[in-house]
């Protein structure tokens, strides 16, 4: 189907036409009822007084309540770019600018490849948190101790239990491996509706004993933290770390904001009250257009329910958590993608010796860009 096409379906298909049929059937059926009724048994008019006056405030009620859905919405894209602007500082700042960890064990630039896969899961933990979707298998989200599958427990002294030993970041990204969804390379499961209310294992908040627990976004800024204080340890650039901390905090904040927006519903009493209004404004729409329009009161009725009832379904499903909400399986797609490039090995080596200006590639890129355009 040509794009025009299928973008009018498309626009189509989400007004309110479909979404409130029934009621907009009802309602159409209504005026019909009373124009018959008013053209041959009694006339039902009345005064059009109220039509002047409710309608007008009517629709500032409406407005307030579709933008009000708009400014958590643009509020949401906010903090969704503030996400991706510290992700991005964050992983450069790690790949360029900190030394390895000394002494650990690992080769060269595993930590750094650690860190940066964190910060991949964060964005995904955090969509699956606000969507509050059940938690898979403990060991795919939740932290564990990954020699014997137990997790890890502190004594009432604050120092660790005998037995146990201080976790790297390599066990978190381990423990954080959440589940891909089959026959895609990204790191979360499709889109499905989860049911607000039902009981059971949601994420970060509750695990299988139903013992109260972090959620996962914030117990992957906990490793993140651990790894810049391990780089305060080994004496690093006071400035970069100081970078780190920043982006981190920022980080925390972008996701304590993203609750605050997903929780900050607007009242049900409100509601209730405006679709309440706008029925019955509805209702005697009739009475007050038969004297002057006579028949056409029945269809003039009918483009008075799309449009009232049509805004109010935009509210509605711009709130809506499982239909036209954020983006957000793109936006972990596309920052995934771009912090791949750091694992890949397509990002020229962090050691400046190594490292040389790509002076060749970059003008042919901007070509093969440019003849991208050109032929779109």
Not at 151 to 178: C, N, Q, W, Y
Not at 245 to 273: C, G, M
Request: include cysteine.
């Amino acid at each position: 189907m040509p794009w025009p096409f299928a973008k009018f379906r498309y626009s189509l298909l989400t007004t309110s036409l479909l979404q409130s049929w029934a009621y907009i059937l009802l309602f159409t059926a209504w005026a019909a009822c009373v124009s018959i009724i008013s053209d041959k048994v009694y006339d039902l008019s009345i005064e059009t007084t109220l039509l002047n006056v409710f309608g007008t405030i009517l629709g500032f009620v409406i407005s307030f309540r579709t933008s009000s859905a708009f400014e958590r919405y643009n509020e949401g894209k906010k903090l969704l770019s503030s996400i991706a602007y510290s992700s991005r500082i964050f992983a450069r700042i790690v790949w360029f600018h900190t030394p390895s960890a000394e002494n650990s064990g690992v080769n060269g630039l595993e930590e750094k490849h650690n860190a940066i896969s964190l910060i991949q899961k964060f964005s995904v933990a955090i969509k699956q948190h606000l969507r509050e979707a059940p938690r898979k298998q403990d060991k795919q989200i939740s932290y564990q101790d990954t020699s014997t599958g137990e997790r890890k427990h502190a004594d009432k002294s604050g120092e660790p239990t005998a037995g146990s030993t201080t976790p790297s970041i390599g066990d978190a990204v381990i423990a954080f491996e959440l589940p891909k969804s089959q026959g895609a390379n990204d790191l979360h499961d499709e889109e499905k509706p989860v049911d607000r209310g039902s009981q059971g294992q949601m994420s970060g908040l509750r695990d299988g004993s139903g013992v109260p627990r972090l959620s996962v976004p914030l117990e992957i800024t906990f490793h993140l933290s651990s790894y810049i204080s391990m780089l305060q340890k080994q004496e690093n650039n006071a400035q970069n770390t100081n970078i780190l901390l920043n982006t981190l905090n920022e980080l925390v904040k972008s996701f304590t904001d993203l609750e605050k927006v997903s929780a900050d519903q607007i009242p049900f009493s409100y509601r209730s009250q405006l679709w309440g209004c706008t029925f019955l404004y509805i209702f005697f729409l009739p009475f007050q257009l038969w004297r002057s329009l006579r028949h056409i009161t029945i269809p003039g009725t009918f483009l008075a329910a799309i449009i009232f009832l049509g805004l109010l379904s935009a509210g509605e499903e711009i709130e809506n958590d499982d239909r036209n909400d954020l983006d957000m399986k793109t936006f972990c797609d596309d920052l995934k993608g771009e912090l791949d490039l750091f694992l890949n090995g397509q990002i020229p080596a962090p050691d400046p010796e190594e490292w040389k200006v790509p002076i060749d590639g970059i003008p042919q890129r901007l070509k093969d860009k440019e003849q991208e355009h050109s032929n779109s």
